[in-house]
């Protein structure tokens, strides 16, 4: 089996087992931004309770958090965890959209995708998970995202070395699977489920999705 079938194999497995995830849990897009931010190092959960608080505190709109005094947000924030950090990387975001958009995201939304990539990029903070998240999950553009789970999953299924970089694991995919924005935000959904269930540091292989498919363990 090719790369390319494995790809696709995998993305039908998971998809068969755990049907589609509907991502991004996230009423719209700009709660998408504040989100892709807040979950950097740790688990929804805890991105729900800082939501929460910045709804509840009535700041919850792009000028709104960017008038709120950092100190306030790191506040609000803390139980993300990491909390000044990610203030600090949220007001950088902000700041973007304010000065450069003022804060429309009609405006970003017009973008091409090279250019709202690049412009992600360069803002403090944001590395290219956290911008491929926002490009597929808040504007909607077909760009699959990857992340830990994913370079550990190719890995044990022996279709990266572990040297790849982020870029190869996203150009095997989306060489392998023409850019389509259903299946690309179910996938990356799709690989997180079956990396909490199962692709855990110590794998549980025994009823995994993937179980089926030639993969290699390493010994924990
Ligand atoms: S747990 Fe085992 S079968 Fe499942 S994805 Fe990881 S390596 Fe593959």
Redesign the pocket.
Known sequence: MSSSETIRNIYLSLHAAYGNRDWWPAVDGFEVIVGAILTQNTNWKNVEKAIKNLKTADVMTPIKLHELPREQLAELIRPAGYYNIKAARLKNLLDWMVENYSAGMESISALPDWQLREELLAVKGVGPETADSIMLYAFNRPIFVVDAYTA??FG??MLIDEYADYHQIQELVQSSIEPDLKIYNEFHALIVE??KN???PR???QG????H?P???EEV
């Open positions: 550990r999953v044990r299924h079956v990396g199962h692709c855990k794998p549980k292989c995994c999705p993937l179980e498919l993969h290699q363990v």
